[in-house]
């Protein structure tokens, strides 16, 4: 199976998967944080070598105060407690995001569990808190500029170079899927997503399953890549 090496998730969902239930929105994000674990296990146990999700992006302090401290208290929680698995599992977590703005408390839960996974070599989880697209296009062109102040030679810089200038060098994102039923990207990792295939699913997070995501790996093993070139068979 050609199984992608970068698999991107933009989790939307919870909220509306909650309400068809009667439930309170918290609750979405709640059972969503589970269908995260489990996911996770699976796709980086299938070969996937990279999940980059999107927790919480730069915009979503625009919710309520209730949402936000209820997520911010679900992410330390999470990260203190159920993450073990990860770590048993061999998991390295990272983060992209900026720190300003976060809870000392969150920073901490997160410093602790990027610190504990460190050495592991079984895949990575990374996190996009506090995340935008276009804010970590400027974070990493304004540590290119000091890096130009400091005198490197930027002849010849290519796209790849600048992969090491965003918050964790990660390889492109081969597979991008949108759960809950939108089909935009919300500034979601606008750099690495240039080639990727994009998976739309009406499919709410919370009910994003092992077997949901199969689906996506099945629908990306059929999908013919060309990356501007044309395929092999037009190529005669
Ligand atoms: C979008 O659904 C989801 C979020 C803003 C939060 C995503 C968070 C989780 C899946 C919780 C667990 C995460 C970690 C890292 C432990 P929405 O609230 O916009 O749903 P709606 O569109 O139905 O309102």
């Not at 911010?72 to 407690?81: G, P, R, S």
């Not at 970590?136 to 600048?162: H, Y």
């Not at 990792?189 to 739309?200: C, R, V, W």
């Not at 199969?214 to 990356?227: I, T």
Request: aromatic share 12%; hydrophobic share 35%; glycine share 8%.
């Amino acid at each position: 199976m050609n199984v992608p090496k970068h698999v991107a998730i933009i989790m939307d969902g919870n909220g509306r998967w909650a309400t068809k239930k009667g439930l309170k929105r918290s609750e979405g994000h709640l059972e969503g944080s589970k269908t995260l674990e489990k996911l996770a296990i699976h796709a980086l146990g299938m070969g996937v070598e990279v999940l980059s999700v999107y927790a919480f992006s730069t915009d979503n302090f625009k919710r309520s105060k209730d949402e936000v401290d209820y997520l911010m208290n679900l992410f330390v929680k999470m990260f203190k407690t159920k993450f073990d698995k990860f770590n048993k599992k061999g998991i390295k977590v990272m983060f992209s995001g900026r720190k300003i703005n976060l809870r000392e408390d969150v920073i901490k839960s997160m410093e602790e569990i990027e610190e504990k996974t460190k050495e592991n070599t079984s895949g990575i989880l990374n996190i996009c808190l506090n995340y935008g697209g276009q804010e970590e296009i400027i974070d990493g062109a304004i540590k290119l500029a000091k890096d130009i102040n400091n005198g490197i030679d930027i002849n010849n810089f290519t796209r790849e170079d600048f992969y090491k200038y965003l918050y964790n060098e990660l390889p492109p994102i081969d597979l991008l899927i949108r759960t809950g039923g939108e089909q935009r990207v919300s500034n979601f990792m606008l750099y690495q997503m240039s080639y990727s295939e994009f998976y739309f699913t009406n499919t709410l997070f919370p009910d994003f399953d092992k077997s949901e995501l199969n689906k996506s790996l099945f629908m990306y093993e059929n999908r013919d890549r060309r990356f501007g070139g044309i395929n092999d068979i037009e190529n005669g």
